[in-house]
T-cell receptor, first 114, second 114 residues
Framework: NSKVIQTPRYLVKGQGQKAKMRCIPE?????VFWYQQNKNNEFKFLIN????????QIDMTEKRFSAECPSNSPCSLEIQSSEAGDSALYLC????????????FGEGTRLSVL | GDSVTQTEGQVALSEEDFLTIHCNYS??????LFWYVQYPGEGPQLLFR?????EKGSSRGFEATYDKGTTSFHLRKASVQESDSAVYYC????????????FGSGTKVIPCLP
């Protein structure tokens, strides 16, 4: 019953290929987060937005990862040249823009890089 | 930096047993604390949150009390059911609405027939 919609659910790419996934946040939520959950169930924060503006991002994101949240379009996360180590569950979450909010997660896109 | 420690990686117990999952945190500010549950093939779902000392969160028979003195937010349920089979994550946020969540390592709950 998640109201954060992520597509596709599964994505299979070869090494060096581009991988792109999309997220439609919950209606009325201006803040969007992307996380990577690895096979050991560890979460890594990648980037977040408020409306179209990047708030924070980790160093890794600046190199092969790119993300955007254009107005009136789904948010997206793209990996320019996939590596085997990028295989993971990519989770999008959205929230309201005031304190103590609990982010609402989508079901994720599971990326497998062969 | 912030951290969340869950000492139990996996808990196997009989149905109707009492469940406790320990969560201790370390944060520089006054964090908001969360419990999320993740079922296979799905994204994390919020169980509940607490943002003040002694505040109790509860949902679906689960509960936890924010304890600033012991920096803990232990999850408890009086009678575990087969449907509670999932991975449970304690998490915190301490820098406002744009702050990424810091997650614990997760605890897998495995209810067994008595």
């Amino acid at each position: 019953n998640s109201k954060v919609i992520q597509t596709p659910r599964y994505l299979v790419k070869g090494q060096g290929q581009k991988a792109k996934m999309r997220c439609i946040p919950e209606k009325g939520h201006p803040v969007v987060f992307w996380y990577q959950q690895n096979k050991n169930n560890e979460f890594k924060f990648l980037i977040n937005f408020q409306n179209q503006e990047v708030l924070q991002q980790i160093d890794m994101t600046e190199k092969r990862f790119s993300a955007e949240c254009p107005s009136n379009s789904p948010c997206s996360l793209e990996i320019q040249s996939s590596e085997a180590g990028d295989s993971a569950l990519y989770l999008c979450a959205s929230s309201l823009n005031y304190n103590n909010q609990a982010p609402l997660f989508g079901e994720g896109t599971r990326l497998s890089v062969l | 930096g912030d951290s969340v420690t869950q000492t139990e990686g996996q808990v196997a117990l009989s149905e109707e047993d009492f469940l406790t999952i320990h969560c201790n945190y370390s944060a520089s500010g006054y964090p908001t604390l969360f419990w999320y549950v993740q079922y296979p093939g799905e994204g994390p779902q919020l169980l509940f949150r607490a943002s003040r000392d002694k505040e109790k969160g509860s949902s679906r028979g689960f509960e936890a009390t924010y304890d600033k003195g012991t920096t803990s937010f232990h999850l408890r349920k009086a009678s575990v059911q087969e449907s509670d089979s999932a991975v449970y994550y304690c998490a915190l946020s301490d820098r406002g609405f744009a702050s990424a969540l810091t997650f614990g390592s997760g605890t897998k709950v495995i209810p067994c027939l008595p």
